[in-house]
């Protein structure tokens, strides 16, 4: 059967009779009544940041304060040119809003494709409605898989046994009889039923954790925790250097006051990494609306870069590697049964379940019910017995009980079926055993001395685009383990057909210590007859010895472990209650989707570390020369129009086009590490290569202008070494990033060469000697940093 599984080996239950009459539920003219009192489930659920959130969160950040102080006081002391910093920020911070909101529709508007409809009735009619549309007393009905979506007392139960581990961390599940409360926030894992409305809105126990699993988050990121030690430390560093500037340019040189104020705002504003924040932002949100055009909904944005980083992912069989549907093939009687009988005992089988999963669909499709029989007993499907049951009054009065489940579970070792089961099991097909019990259904294990009447055998419908997204995964050396509830041996043949090789393991064989466990799993790549606490037993294993894991599900039976798991992918026509845990939601139901999951993870790492650098080597530099001039008691090299040319065209805009480019490098740990070790020597070196042309132009230029043609010296230097950066950065060479950086190059030639944007940007250079000693030192420098960057590929490789 499809499996929806509990989370655990089940306590005994008892099954209930199926109702006679039904309660018909409210009223129309109830639910008005309710709806004008406001006794509505009015939780405002949304899946991303309002619009004042998105704009506060771009606009109201530290740095922005930083600079915004430092724009309005060069807005009154010098010159627009020396203002033109401010600009750029107003306009990367539009551009962040913009792309954060695009992200924001793309979001709500999957959002709402995903959004479960819970199935009330009233006036006797069951119809699905939005969750926001229940009103308090509404009669819910449930069935495997559904969520509580509200609190409520349990008005109908037949077999139902509800999953609360999600609010109390108990995994076992709850039968619930008539009377028995139900709290949002719990799901079904086997049977069905109806409860009652009796808490609604913000008065239900989980509205504000579903509220909150809901909503668009920034967490659990070592993108973005990397990013915020680095502005820690950042911070830590302008302050001094920042202060002994002001100190320098306003006492010991004893400077006019404007140029004074221009240059100490000079040496401020490039120590802020602020582009660095909004490219990560806008990288995320592009990866959003990306993937939300394959219809991939990410409930948390995080969970992109999360599925770059994983390096196994364990999958389940059904709905993953196959589809949701199957064909009964074949029907086996077994011990001299008859035939038509096997045919009249499944289709009541059949009817007596109201959800059917898609086993005993299939079922329901090859023998349809005769109505002869009338269920008076019935046992719903549970993973965790991994068989269902039902007894009928046969209508002479006769009343049979029978199970229908796994072969080997129903079937003691050595019967001669589980020989015939075991060769169908080899060719992938699956197959339950239907068996007539010998003991009442509220006995606690009614399976015990079943005698099996047939065999039926069911062909599951494989996914076409499963066999490619495996080797794309084994192209990737991330692992796939195949994690089901089904017979092993026919797990492994499907997995097989799929390419995927390995050894089939039964996990009821599994030791239960988690060492033991992680070493199976190492060596192991197909797993059956797991349990839904195995699953998630797996899973911590996996993690215990330093693995990112991925889990992918459709049924309720995955829900612990995609809870656990570092990203749950669940499909879009799973269990509500996957859904609701998992980070990722397939809604096309495409396990294909998941490379470019992947791809978009990595590229958003690959590229963010690549820009990191071009802004942190910005930054070191920065307060280095304001040490240097420091201790030197020197005038500030630049004015804040030099910078802000050179940020724009060596930082700014290239940094722009690699943070959205391809990338398909294996995402690496170690984020802030790996940074640092480029950004610190490209850095000291840029820095350490301008302040030295700075204090030869000193010595060589005298005179009115001086100040300007040392600034225009430095400027040089400056500008080349960083484009050796940009050009390092950017490897390996593509086309387009060839024309980039040339690009960026002939820009601030053009600066050079035109006498307006010469006189605008203040810059000249001045003779040849200079010039030319300037462009000698870039050249060492660049020659410099490549042999130390050479230096700690070796040293840190990885």
């Not at 043949?493 to 089939?504: I, M, N, P, S």
Request: hydrophobic share 45%.
């Amino acid at each position: 059967m499809t499996h929806i599984d509990a989370g655990s080996e089940l306590d005994p239950v008892h099954p209930v009779a199926l109702p006679e009459s039904p309660p018909a539920g409210l009223t129309g003219a109830e639910v008005a009544e309710r709806v004008a009192r406001g006794q509505v489930n009015d939780v405002p659920v949304r899946s991303s940041r309002s619009l004042g959130e998105i704009v506060r969160a771009n606009v109201f950040t530290r740095f922005n304060a930083i600079i915004g102080v430092l724009w309005l006081v060069m807005l009154f002391v010098a010159p627009i040119q020396d203002s033109l910093f401010g600009f750029v920020i107003i306009a990367n911070t539009g551009i962040g809003i913009v792309q954060e909101w695009r992200a924001k529709q793309t979001l709500d508007s999957l959002a709402v494709v995903g959004e479960s409809r819970p199935t009330v009735r009233r006036d006797g009619t069951a119809a699905e409605v939005a969750t926001s549309e229940i009103v308090l007393d509404d009669l819910i009905e449930i069935g495997p898989g559904d969520k509580i979506v509200v609190d409520g007392v349990c008005a109908e139960a037949e077999g139902l046994e509800i999953d609360e581990s999600l609010l109390t961390g108990e995994a076992d599940p709850v039968v619930k009889r008539p009377g028995d409360p139900v709290m949002s926030g719990s799901f079904v894992v086997a049977g069905g039923g109806a409860y009652k409305a009796t808490r609604v809105g913000r008065e239900a126990y989980a509205a504000q954790l579903a509220e909150e699993a809901s909503r668009f988050t920034l967490v659990h990121s070592e993108l973005r925790t990397g990013i915020s030690t680095i502005l820690k430390y950042v911070t830590w560093m302008m302050v001094p250097a920042a202060a002994g500037l002001v100190v320098t340019q306003l006492v010991v040189k004893n400077n006019g006051l404007k140029d004074a104020v221009a240059r100490t705002v000079g040496g401020i504003v490039p120590m802020v990494p602020e582009g660095l924040v909004l490219l990560t932002s806008v990288a995320f949100a592009i990866g959003v609306i990306r993937l939300g055009r394959k219809q991939c909904l990410v409930q948390e944005l995080p969970a992109i870069e999360g599925l770059a980083r994983v390096d196994t992912v364990c999958l389940d069989k059904t709905g993953t590697l196959t589809e949701g549907g199957m064909d009964v093939t074949d029907l086996r009687t077994l011990d001299g049964a008859d035939e038509r009988y096997v045919r009249k005992v499944l289709g009541a089988l059949g009817e007596s379940d109201p959800r059917p999963n898609a086993s005993l669909q299939a079922i329901i499709d090859a023998y349809p019910d005769s109505e002869e029989w009338r269920c008076v007993e019935s046992l719903p499907f549970s993973s965790a017995r991994k068989y269902s049951g039902a007894a009928f009054s046969e209508g002479d009065g006769e009343t049979s009980t029978w199970l229908l489940g796994a072969p080997d579970v129903l079937l003691g070792d050595g019967d001669p079926a589980l020989a015939e089961t075991e060769k169908l099991n080899e060719q992938g097909l699956r197959v339950l055993l239907l068996a007539r019990a010998r003991r009442d259904l509220d006995e606690p294990e009614p399976a015990k001395g079943a005698r099996p009447t047939a065999l039926v055998v069911l062909e599951q419908r494989l996914r076409p685009d499963a066999s490619d997204t495996l080797r794309y995964f084994a192209d990737q050396d991330v692992r796939a383990k195949v994690i089901s509830g089904d017979n092993a041996v026919s797990v492994g043949a499907v997995a097989a057909k799929l390419g995927l090789d390995g050894t089939a393991v039964d996990a009821r064989r599994l030791p239960d210590g988690r060492d033991g466990m992680a070493d199976a799993l190492d060596s192991g790549t197909v797993f059956g007859r797991v349990t839904p606490r195995q699953k998630r037993d797996m899973v911590g294993a996996l993690q215990s010895r330093g693995h990112t894991v991925a889990m992918t599900g459709d049924g309720v039976n995955d829900v612990l472990a995609l809870k656990d798991a570092d990203i749950g992918v669940a499909m879009g026509s799973g269990s509500e209650a996957t859904r609701a845990v998992a980070q990722i939601v397939l809604l096309d139901n495409s396990f294909a989707s998941l490379p470019s999951v992947v791809g978009e993870g990595r590229r958003v790492i690959g590229n963010i570390t690549r820009v990191a650098t071009l802004f942190l080597v910005k930054t070191v530099y920065s307060v280095l020369l304001a040490l240097l001039v420091v201790c030197w008691g020197v005038e500030y090299p630049f004015l804040p129009r030099h910078l802000t040319l050179l940020s724009t065209l060596t930082i700014g805009v290239p940094a722009f086009f690699l943070a959205l480019a391809p990338n398909k490098e294996r995402a690496k740990p170690h984020f802030v590490p790996r940074v640092m070790r480029y950004a610190v020597p490209g850095g000291v070196v840029a820095g350490a290569a301008t302040f030295l042309t700075y204090l030869l132009a000193r010595h060589h230029y005298t005179g009115p202008g001086a100040l300007d043609a040392e600034t225009s010296a430095a400027t040089l230097t400056l500008f080349l070494v960083s484009m050796w950066v940009l050009a390092v950065i950017a490897r390996p060479y593509t086309w387009w990033r060839l024309t980039l950086v040339a690009a960026m190059a002939a820009a601030f030639f053009l600066v050079l060469a035109v006498p307006p944007l010469q006189t605008f940007f203040a810059l000249r250079l001045i003779g040849l000697t200079m010039p030319w000693t300037a462009v000698g030192i870039s050249v060492a420098a660049a020659a410099v940093l490549e042999l130390m960057w050479k230096w700690v590929d070796r040293r840190f490789a990885d």
